[in-house]
């Protein structure tokens, strides 16, 4: 005899794929999110400081820290999928 399939869809299967869309987005956003903040940071610093070169910085550090935590995501979607 055949063996019969199970067309039935599993349980969660569309909000699994929401989650993974979702995470997709946030991976989009998170070096322009961490510029963004280490701009920010920066500008205040300059203004206390009194200086006009530490929102470079920041921006720097905002964009190594975004790509950092991407390459932290892919890896645990890697391990994942395993």
């Given at each position: 005899m055949a063996e019969e399939q199970d067309n039935t869809p599993k349980k969660g299967g569309a909000n699994?794929?929401?989650v993974k869309a979702e995470s997709?987005?946030?991976l989009?956003?998170?070096i322009p999110a961490g510029c963004a903040i280490g701009w920010v940071?920066?500008?205040l610093m300059d203004k206390w400081l009194g200086t006009h070169w530490i929102y470079v910085v920041g921006?720097?550090?905002g964009a190594v820290a975004g790509f950092i935590q991407i390459c932290r995501t892919?890896?645990?979607y890697l391990r994942s999928n395993k």
């Open positions: 699994q794929d929401l997709m987005v946030q989009a956003l998170m940071a920066g500008s921006i720097l550090m892919a890896a645990g």
